[in-house]
């Protein structure tokens, strides 16, 4: 299994790999600005320069994912917010090719009364035109995938549906260069049950319907303060919260999903104690981990 968690990037974006190691990540994520607002200094070169140095140092540590602005909102139905959206949306492609970073999780966006279909459309749209842009441009692809996450459904949230994801990626014109990040507290939120062998399976199978596990490119691993179908967006510890410890035993012993990157987004404080007790809870699941 790929398991990890997301990191601080406080002192320098490189510093979230020496965090990483120290609570035993093999994958990280982590946000390239400030994910509360919209504007960022430009990636200087010795930025990058430690970056890639880091990179080298802590090559058991891969891949990396970034979660784009919590601001941006590709779906929105007022012109001037689309497009500022849009162009915070394509700096933050723009800063993982110049990372060298393959995946970009982002909530992509809320419908805010327009409908779902037409919110859908927007997000398509939004993305079509950002990735048309960078081929234009670079003369080359955009080198890292798009990965819509799945919500919890708050408020005009898309994704809270597996259909949703699945009518955008039909929508795109490169759906090569996008897939999904499956967030478990969101999709237990949400309303899909994963708390027995036959539930998870049956979420499984609805995602494969929908969605294609192929597309399926990373995961959240989040217990959830809140019920079943609750549409409240709210992370607990690993087995601390409504869904409990048995879904983390599927998927970590699921072989599917044995190269697919796993990251915890469950609440810490600042020494990162908690992400190393999540991490040790999850090994403990794996098959044979007590032998
Ligand atoms: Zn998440
Ligand atoms: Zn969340």
Not at 120 to 145: D, F, K, Q, S
Request: hydrophobic share 40%.
């Amino acid at each position: 299994m790929l398991l990890g968690a997301h990191m601080s990037v406080s002192g320098g974006l490189h510093k979230a790999f020496e965090r990483g190691k120290t609570v035993g990540c093999q994958t990280i994520q982590i946000f390239t600005k400030n994910a509360s607002q919209w504007k960022a200094k430009p990636l200087a070169g010795a930025d990058i320069a430690a970056w890639q140095k880091a990179v080298t140092a802590h090559d058991g540590i891969t891949p990396v994912i970034t979660h784009d602005s919590y601001l941006i909102n590709l779906a929105s139905p007022v012109e001037e917010s689309w497009e500022k959206s849009l162009g915070a949306f394509k700096e933050e492609i723009e800063r993982n090719r110049l990372l060298g970073i393959p995946y970009l999780v982002t909530h992509a966006g809320a419908h805010m009364s327009s409908g779902e279909e037409a919110g859908l459309t927007r997000i398509a749209r939004a993305v079509n035109r950002v990735h048309n842009e960078i081929v234009e441009e670079t003369g080359n692809p955009p080198g890292t995938m798009i990965l819509f996450e799945t919500t919890a459904g708050q408020g005009s949230s898309l994704g809270y549906k597996f259909e949703h994801w699945g009518r955008l990626l039909e929508q795109l014109d490169h759906p090569e260069w996008a897939g999904i990040c499956f967030d478990t507290c969101h999709v237990f939120a949400s309303g899909y049950d994963m708390r027995t062998a036959e539930t998870y399976d049956a979420t499984m199978s609805e995602f494969d319907r929908y969605i294609g596990l192929q597309n399926l490119r990373a995961f959240h691993i989040n217990d959830s303060k809140q019920g079943l179908g609750s549409r409240v967006d709210r992370h607990e510890a690993i087995g601390k919260g409504q869904l409990g410890i048995e879904p983390f035993r599927f998927l970590v012993n699921d072989a599917r999903f044995a190269s697919t990157p796993m990251v915890l987004e469950t609440p810490k404080g600042t020494d990162d104690t908690e992400d190393l007790l999540n991490l040790a809870t999850l090994r403990g699941l794996l098959k044979g981990a007590e032998a």
